[in-house]
């Protein structure tokens, strides 16, 4: 499908009866331009019940007060308990001493991924926007029908009368089960498309450490409106006051940690990145050359350890039903072999979402061998699918000053979501050999393979797209 013209794209869709959805993408101009926010009120999902205790966080034409869905959502609250015991649990194994190296790797990153004291306010975790009984995704259904799924970052905005009142990203938490096997970001010539990189625009390269998921992990940490440290060596800083210090160095060397802190380092470790003070230094903690050296080494570190885990059983265990049935041992229901008839068939789903067998869209029988017993349901490329802006991303109203001086999102509702065009397009402050690259492709994602067996699709959610409420 990577090499399809988005015209056959739609055909394809069409003919798989997702009329609706065709219109939809064949109208790219439906994506509103300019920089008014259009009115934000939209209906509530009737299948979408709204918890009581969120009630008083709505405010008018929709808007949900950040603060207090934090402090009152149930599932936001759900979530912090269940990562404090996963974190009280892998504290326990850590010191249990019996753990093989292999698994002590794994067990280091599932600490680190389960601790909100690495945020610049120690208050959330990778996992308070990864949660575990939702995917890894998110698991704050408020935010799937209001937020559009993007869920607020460390930092709370007090300026009076602020909307949003919270730093919010601009987009829609993805799951990292299987990200790991995304190889790092490249370009293949004979298919003259990008392949691999984590990140709905393939912006975690993986260039450097050739692992895209670890380079990911290193990401949230400094970003401005999730975790917001303001320097790298902040979260070493972290790491060496936390309760797994030793589990970190008994991984990765005794001595890893001592490292020779400024006196300023917690006044600067809890000013979030972004800040006027910081004046725009990336790296405002004043180390000596060789600190500097060995921080950012750990820092490396901190997000292998991280990858290891993603990819650990526990996270990424291929074994769904869908996994057992192409290796001979599960058989499908009819209703399920009908569904992935569909699926490889007029839907011409596993075009893109590779599932290792081959697509009979075209007629006739699939008399192709399985050739992964561990399909991934992705190609790993990127494609335009052609989704609007979506007006309910608090994001497009972060058009002004923080308390700290720090704008998310100077252009406002002028800003487009153009997936990997922005990150090409230098967006990041990346260099950029191609100017001019406006692809907004955004990542095929591997499905959770549940969503093929059960039906219950939970919504294609880049940036520009509501996310289904999870009930
Ligand atoms: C405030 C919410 C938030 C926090 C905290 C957060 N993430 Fe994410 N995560 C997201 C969003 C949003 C995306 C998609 C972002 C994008 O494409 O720009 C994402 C994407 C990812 C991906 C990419 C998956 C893929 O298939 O490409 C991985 C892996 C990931 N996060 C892991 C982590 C780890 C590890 C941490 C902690 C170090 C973390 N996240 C912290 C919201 C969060
Ligand atoms: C042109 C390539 C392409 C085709 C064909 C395609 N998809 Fe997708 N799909 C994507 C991309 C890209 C995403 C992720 C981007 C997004 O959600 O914004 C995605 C996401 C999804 C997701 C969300 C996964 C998750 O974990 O949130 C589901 C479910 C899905 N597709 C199902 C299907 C089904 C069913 C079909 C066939 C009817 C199909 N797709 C055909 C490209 C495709």
Request: with cysteine.
């Amino acid at each position: 499908m990577s090499r399809m013209k988005l015209s056959e794209t739609f055909s394809l869709l069409s003919t798989a009866g997702l009329t609706a959805l065709a219109i939809l993408m064949a109208v790219p101009g439906a994506s509103a331009q300019g920089t008014q926010l259009p009115q934000i009120d939209f209906p509530i999902p009737p299948v979408f019940q709204i918890p009581p205790a969120d009630q008083q966080c709505i405010l008018k034409g929709q808007r949900l007060d950040l603060q207090c869905i934090i402090k009152n959502d149930p599932d936001a609250k759900r979530v912090r308990a269940e990562e404090a015991k996963l974190e009280a649990q892998a504290l326990a194994a850590a010191k249990s001493a019996k753990l093989d190296p292999y698994h002590q790797v794994e067990t280091l990153g599932e600490l680190e991924i389960f601790d909100p004291k690495l945020s610049v306010n120690k208050n959330i975790a990778c996992s308070y926007c990864h949660d575990p009984a939702a995917g890894y995704a998110n698991g704050v259904s408020i935010l799937s029908v209001f937020t559009g799924g993007s869920n607020p970052g460390s930092v709370p905005i007090t300026v009076h009368g602020a909307y949003p009142n919270n730093r919010i990203a601009k987009r829609n938490p993805q799951s990292y089960v299987y990200a790991t096997y995304f190889p790092p970001l490249h370009f293949n010539q004979s298919q003259a498309d990008f392949y691999g990189g984590n990140f709905w625009d393939g912006r975690a390269t993986g260039y450097k450490l050739q692992n895209s998921a670890a380079e990911q992990a290193q990401d949230p940490p400094l970003d401005p409106e999730e975790m917001a440290n303001p320097d790298p060596a902040c979260v070493v800083w972290k790491l060496s006051r936390s309760n797994y210090k030793f589990f970190f160095e008994q991984v990765f060397g005794v001595g890893s940690l001592e490292i020779n802190w400024p006196s300023d380092v917690a006044t600067i470790c809890s000013t979030p990145k972004g800040a006027a003070v910081l004046g725009g230094n990336p790296t405002p903690l004043q180390l000596s050359p060789s600190d500097r050296t060995l921080a950012s080494k750990d820092f490396d570190e901190f997000a292998q350890a991280i990858a290891a885990y993603e990819s650990s059983d526990s996270v990424s265990p291929f074994t769904s039903k869908f996994d057992y049935f192409l290796a001979g041992k599960a058989t499908l229901t009819t209703q399920e072999q009908n569904g992935y008839d569909l699926f490889r068939g007029k839907g011409s789903c596993n075009t893109c979402h590779l599932d290792g067998r081959s697509s009979t869209q075209l007629g006739g029988a699939d008399t192709g061998q399985a050739a992964s017993v561990q399909p991934l349901f992705t190609d790993t490329t990127y494609n335009n699918i052609g989704l609007p802006k979506n007006v309910r991303l608090p994001w497009y109203s972060e058009d002004t000053p923080d308390q700290w001086g720090f704008t998310g999102n100077p252009l406002g509702f002028g800003f487009t979501d153009e997936g990997m065009g922005l990150f090409l397009d230098g967006y990041y402050g990346a260099r950029s050999g191609r100017q001019g690259c406006k692809s907004r492709k955004v990542e095929v994602l591997s499905l959770s393979i549940a969503c093929i067996r059960t039906d219950s699709i939970s919504g294609a959610c880049g940036g520009n797209e509501a996310r289904s409420a999870r009930t």
